[in-house]
């Protein structure tokens, strides 16, 4: 099997088990910022998840959902949306003329996170911001986890399908990042317009099961994603199947078995959206390669308290890492 460099950026290894920043740091953070992204990479989050949508205007841009999502958007006068308007309606510059720094506490959705900062003046990032971003010398550890978000209303039409993977591919190219990226996705048709059309970026499947509730607020991914009835315990196998390289599932749906499944197949698995002290350790566990999470540094002190690391010996991000013993002492050692 073909090696790929952005696939063993997420892999882990004894004593290693890497941190995916969600949507930057959507816990204290307004998520898919890119005040967000910045934050998680100087804090040793070297490996990014975010979203990507296309405009109507065909720009890429970094949201989760196809529309104006309420609890996070705000208009010329201050206050949160009432309605959501399609992102594929507006243009790219209609787009960023809103503002998505602050959460609606009112909502259920601001609700699950007390704890994220309240800004002005931020914007929804292009993708070339993000990918212009990493490009420079002193983010070269960076990694990407870049979901194309899939339209439940064009999911069957395979010309917008093309294009999109088309223009998406066209930018992570043009930025030299093509080592440096997955493509991510729930729609599986999505990832093999991906393999069809760029063999040498590896693809990384989400899996969510339908019985597990769609998260407070959120877009669902139920109505893109595949139907596993029945084939549930085969999931690392339909992904290898598939011509995956990495498996994303939902933390409710994973196993130690699950786990040891996808490692014999050769699969690197990061398990999201991980984000309480349980689930962290429930990973750890269950010997996962990646934990994807709203609170990278939660995650980076539970891995610290169990003596276990999050970056490669040779990342001088790593505490003591230029130190000819490094890889012989654990972090927590170190402290």
């Not at 064009?154 to 294009?163: F, I």
């Not at 877009?219 to 315990?233: L, R």
């Not at 699969?267 to 269950?286: G, K, Y």
Request: with cysteine; charged share 25%; net charge negative.
């Amino acid at each position: 099997m073909r090696s790929f460099a952005a696939v063993e950026a997420f892999r882990g290894a004894e004593n290693l088990i890497r941190v995916v920043g969600h949507r930057g740091a959507r816990g204290i953070l307004p998520e898919n910022s890119m005040i967000g992204f910045e934050f998680a990479l100087e804090t040793g989050a070297h490996l990014l998840e975010f979203d990507v949508v296309l405009t109507g205007d065909e720009i890429p841009v970094i949201t989760h959902n196809h529309h104006l999502h309420a609890p996070t958007f705000r208009g010329a006068d201050g206050q949160f949306l009432t309605s959501e308007p399609r992102i594929r309606t507006l243009t790219c510059a209609e787009i960023q003329r809103y503002e998505i720094g602050r959460l609606d506490g009112a909502s259920a959705y601001g609700q699950r996170f007390p704890d994220q900062a309240q800004l002005d003046g931020v914007t929804v990032p292009r993708l070339a911001e993000l990918l212009n971003l990493v490009s420079q010398p002193q983010h070269s550890a960076a990694y990407l986890m870049l979901e194309l978000k899939s339209d439940p209303d064009l999911a069957g039409d395979a010309a917008h399908r093309q294009r999109l993977v088309d223009i998406i591919i066209q930018e992570v190219r043009t930025t030299g990042l093509t080592n440096r990226v997955l493509l991510h996705s729930f729609d599986w048709n999505l990832l093999a317009e991906c393999q069809r059309q760029a063999p040498d970026i590896p693809a990384s499947y989400l899996t969510q099961l339908p019985e597990n509730a769609d998260d407070v607020g959120e877009a669902s991914s139920k109505a893109i994603s595949p139907d596993f009835t029945g084939q549930e315990s085969r999931i690392p196998d339909l992904v290898s199947e598939a011509g995956g390289r990495l498996w994303c599932p939902h933390v409710n749906d994973v196993s130690k078995q699950s786990v040891q499944r996808a490692r014999e197949l050769g699969l690197c698995v990061a398990v999201w959206t991980v984000n309480t002290s349980a689930d962290i350790n429930r990973m750890i566990d269950f010997g996962v390669d990646a934990i994807v999470s709203d609170y990278p540094g939660r995650v980076q002190r539970i891995l610290s308290d169990r003596g276990l690391y999050w970056l490669d010996a040779g990342d001088a991000s790593r505490p003591g890492a230029k130190e000819k013993d490094q890889k012989k002492m654990p972090l927590a050692a170190q402290q």
